[in-house]
């Protein structure tokens, strides 16, 4: 078997099928790929914040949080972004739609989520909402939302003072919290979308009264136009009106713009018919007079009672249709919609047989991606994946534009704020963000994590998302990838080319061969990246790499985002073993367009060379100092240099001295056939030597399949790091592989620093006590999945070389020899069952005091956190995460894989079994 069947998970069942024999999502799927039809022309491209951003930030100090808040957004015009309620929009989200309620008590018409701000929170940013995306195809052909809305007054008040009043070390006070869901006084809101074509697509809202009493509930589906006409340019502003409606039909509303086309909403129920223009209120903020008909127009009505504030000519760039609805307790009603590019004489139609089919289809392709799984595996990967299908949202910004100004310059301030020397970036694009609230903006290394999911279910999506950071628009002059709207300047590590490997790899299983135009395609720009990362990462030449906190926020001793003292130097375990990584994954690229293209193996060359100048390096095998690898302990620790050329070992455990082992690639006799000039190197560094130096595995040795290891860590290394790893008194926690060993825990006192002072660190499994890097994030102890699928997928590297015959004694399972594959599932297995009820009937990463572990309404649905709690699995941080945390998707069909020899149900113990124990 090739390489990448050896690693991936992707089942059988979606393996080289022809076009006979793919279901219809994957039909719709394949004629996307071949342009016959644009499926992705509307999706779920909406986010569920657009205040609050980088982007709508014009103040002169940058503070993006205060200078655009939840209380301006009704009555204020975006720039680049919208935002709303389960909505959808076109991909360029020129024409949105979304919902608003109303329940007659709350002070404000609901139209967006809620939430508390970074400077809010006790936790940073959190948002106060629930709701679910139940579930979605890649095509957006299926897509499904739920809401739970109070039937009592929103607290919004008491969240944020509640909230404010406590300090780090309390939990955050929740929705929940408030009692406003006591008695099941609220309203399930679910809402479908089922397209019959690329631009027509259905709308069912089912709005369900979960208490016992009748209750009244007012719901306005809306339909807007992007504000593009208000910002200096000379876009032909757009139009809503009435229009007349077919036979049958209660209402109709037609929408015409200059690029888009024309568009009709069609209503099957009766609504009041509202109209407004999406522009800024500017009354309300400064004292102008401004257009009679405003943004809150909806608001102002419905809430207020004012008469005027809506358009009576029913027409602008702003709709809504207002149902008032009593509903009984227990009783649900439901609302019909259309939304359609061309005139439908009956656009309700067997409006029920395209919902039971859009669903039975779904069915479909969730059951043949993982055809072998228990019921609860299914739940667990469908929801993941519904989220990451969800989380493909519109990001939309110019910087140049941003930073001049549009009919006013910005305060002179921002000539020297945040992104100034990315000018360069343009950005109008579907990106796959890692939150579509706390995080509604793309993240770069999340993103080659999200790229891994996705292509489980749309490889063609994942592939188009690896190019998108690496395109003109994006990656610097100077090669540097950006990071985030709030510093694109920051530094994540380098995973993008290891995820660009792994899309290729998927997509050779699925259809049998990979794409080698698109590896070649991101081969090129990632060069750009990679000269980046050597010329400005590693400063002094000495193949020790820098880089700041790299994703991993509070993880050291001190913030080593910041300069430290003139003179010294931090040498990074992590940043050094993610270029080794990124050096063998370059290497690997190489080798597979050298299958056709021999000109690539001087590149393989110089690659692998730049590979063995890093280990020796970080081996401590030259003149430029010591080893990262400390040998008493047997672990990677980073270097602080001082002036006078000494040095000193962090003594920190930590995912800062694993992620070391992520620089591991197997290269089989296919990858090197066409390159004699390659395998003589390999030859000439036998047993690891480069430069007089054992500096990493042997490359010249070879398995009983003529594979060759390409590593930084070796197989005498290896069961040192193994011993801390597997041990649960220090990395391995019940859920997965801390992120700081739990021996900080009493082991916190590490001494004095040169011109840094006394430091320490202490294990916290749970949420941060700092508020280091906003404090909504913990690197001190949880448990992350994105780091954890990294270590899972080295494992399986170094058991597809190694074998059987290279077994561990596990700390954590006394007397018990393992494979490497074998801890590699232990891990996986302790990952997926944070989402699996455990002997008590309790899913661990959900509250335990929570209606999600017994109530029928909320018990089969996911928050999908952005990590968990060491010792108990609760999740933690953002609770719509499905952007790497989506990697459980991976994980849960890890499971049922066909070259894995572990399931559950053996009839012998199997380590599954051991890792449910």
Same mark, same amino acid.
């Given at each position: ?677 390659? /395998? ?7 047993? +690891? *030597? $480069?430069? &007089? ?5 042997? #490359?010249? !040795? ?59 660190? /202490? ?7 700092? +508020? *280091? $890097?906003? &404090? ?5 102890? #949880?448990? !992350? ?133």
């Amino acid at each position: 078997m090739s390489e990448g069947k050896k690693e991936n998970g992707t089942p059988q069942a979606i393996m080289s099928l022809n076009h006979q024999q793919l279901n219809k999502e994957r039909r719709r799927l394949e004629q996307q790929r071949a342009g016959e039809a644009d499926w992705r022309l509307w999706g779920p491209y909406l986010s569920e914040r657009a205040w609050g951003t980088v982007r709508e930030d014009y103040s002169p100090d940058g503070r993006a949080w205060e200078y655009f808040d939840h209380d301006q957004a009704r009555s204020r015009a975006y720039r680049w972004n919208e935002d709303g309620l389960g909505g959808i929009s076109d991909e360029k989200q020129r024409l949105c739609f979304a919902l608003a309620l109303w329940n007659g008590r709350d002070p404000i018409l609901k139209e967006r989520a809620f939430g508390l701000t970074g400077n809010q929170g006790n936790r940073g940013e959190d948002v106060k909402e629930y709701y679910f995306y139940t579930d979605a195809l890649p095509s957006h052909s299926w897509l499904r939302y739920l809401y739970k809305y109070p039937q009592s007054a929103y607290p919004y008040g008491r969240l944020v003072e509640e909230n404010r009043r406590r300090n780090r070390l309390d939990p955050p006070f929740n929705l929940l919290d408030s009692g406003v869901f006591d008695e099941d006084r609220y309203w399930d809101v679910d809402i479908c979308y089922a397209k019959v074509s690329p631009t027509r697509i259905r709308i069912r809202i089912t709005l369900l009264n979960c208490s016992h009493e009748m209750a009244e509930l007012h719901l306005i589906p809306q339909l807007w136009f992007r504000n593009s006409w208000s910002w200096g340019d000379t876009a032909e502003k757009p139009s809503l009106q009435l229009d007349d409606p077919p036979e049958g039909v209660n209402w109709s509303v037609r929408a015409e713009h200059a690029e888009l086309g024309g568009y009709r909403l069609y209503g099957d129920q009766q609504a009041e018919l509202l109209f407004t223009e999406n522009e800024t209120h500017a009354e309300r903020f400064w004292g102008l007079s401004s257009s009679p008909y405003v943004k809150d127009a909806f608001h102002r009505l419905i809430v207020n009672g004012e008469l005027g504030a809506v358009n009576p000519e029913r027409s602008g760039t702003k709709f809504g249709a207002w149902y008032r609805l009593r509903v009984g307790g227990g009783e649900s009603k439901k609302i019909d919609l259309m939304l359609a590019a061309e005139s439908v004489d009956q656009p309700f139609k067997e409006v029920e047989k395209i919902f039971a089919v859009r669903r039975s289809e779904a069915d479909v392709f969730y059951d043949e991606l993982l055809p072998e799984g228990g019921v609860e595996d299914h739940r667990i990967m469908r929801q993941v994946l519904a989220g990451m299908i969800w989380s493909k949202q519109f990001f939309h910004f110019d910087v140049q534009r941003w930073l001049v100004g549009d009919q006013q310059a910005p305060p002179a301030l921002r000539k020297d704020g945040r992104n100034r020397q990315w000018r360069h970036l343009r950005a109008a694009d579907v990106l796959s963000m890692p939150d579509t609230w706390e995080y509604p903006w793309f993240a770069a290394w999340d993103l080659a994590f999200h790229c891994v999911a996705l292509a489980l279910v749309d490889v063609d999506f994942a592939k188009q998302q690896i190019e998108v950071l690496l395109g003109e628009n994006y990656l610097h002059p100077n090669g540097q990838i950006p990071a985030y709207e709030w510093a694109f300047d920051d530094v994540n590590p380098p995973v993008h080319a290891w995820g660009a490997l792994k899309v290729y790899r998927a997509e050779r299983i699925q259809r049998g061969e990979g794409d080698r135009r698109y590896l070649q395609r991101v081969f090129h720009k990632l060069l750009l990246n990679y000269a980046w990362w050597i010329n400005r990462k590693d400063k002094h030449g000495q193949n020790l790499f820098e880089g700041g906190f790299l994703g991993l926020d509070n993880i050291s001793v001190f913030d080593r985002s910041k300069p430290l003292p003139s003179g010294h130097i931090l040498k990074q375990a992590d940043a050094t073993g993610w270029m080794a990584m990124f050096a063998l994954n370059m290497t690997v690229m190489a080798l597979e367009l050298a299958i056709e293209d021999d000109d690539y193996e001087n590149i393989a060359i110089q690659c692998y060379e730049q590979f063995l100048s890093i280990a020796k390096a970080i081996s401590g095998g030259d003149e430029n100092g010591p080893s990262l690898w400390d040998p008493d302990a047997g672990f990677f620790k980073d270097l602080l240099m001082t002036p006078d050329g000494s040095h000193h070992r962090i003594d920190v455990y930590s995912w800062v001295g694993l992620i070391p082992m992520f620089a591991t690639e197997v290269v089989d006799k296919r990858l090197l056939a066409n390159v004699p000039r390659f /395998r003589r190197m390999l030859q000439i560094h036998k047993k +690891g *030597l $480069f430069q &007089g130096s054992c500096v990493c595995a042997c #490359p010249d !040795w070879e398995n009983e399949q003529g594979e060759h290891l390409l590593a930084l860590v070796d197989h005498t290394m290896l069961p040192r790091i193994l011993s801390r790893l597997l041990n649960e008194d220090e990395f391995l926690s019940p859920y997965g592989v801390r992120s700081l060993s739990k021996l900080h825990d009493h082991y916190q006192d590490l001494g004095n620093l040169p011109g840094i002072g006394p430091t320490g660190i /202490r294990y916290q499994p749970g949420e941060s006590e700092s +508020g *280091l $890097f906003g &404090g909504n994030s913990n690197w001190r102890g #949880p448990v !992350w999945i994105p780091t954890n699928y990294a270590l899972v997928q080295a494992l399986e590297k170094f058991h597809r070389f190694l074998g059987d015959d290279f077994t561990f004694e596990a700390p954590c399972l006394p007397g018990r020899s393992l494979t490497l594959r074998d801890i590699a599932t232990l891990i996986a297995e302790r990952l997926v069952n944070l989402y699996r009820r455990d002997e008590q009937g309790r899913i661990p990463a959900l509250r335990r005091d929570s209606p999600f572990q017994s109530d029928e309404t909320w018990s089969d649905l996911n928050l999908f956190y952005e990590f968990f709690h060491a010792e108990t699995g609760q999740g933690l941080g953002a609770a719509h995460q499905t952007g790497w945390t989506g990697l459980l998707a991976n994980l849960v069909m890890r499971r049922y894989r066909k070259d894995i020899p572990v399931f559950l149900g053996h009839e012998d113990e199997s380590i599954t079994q051991i890792c449910c124990e």
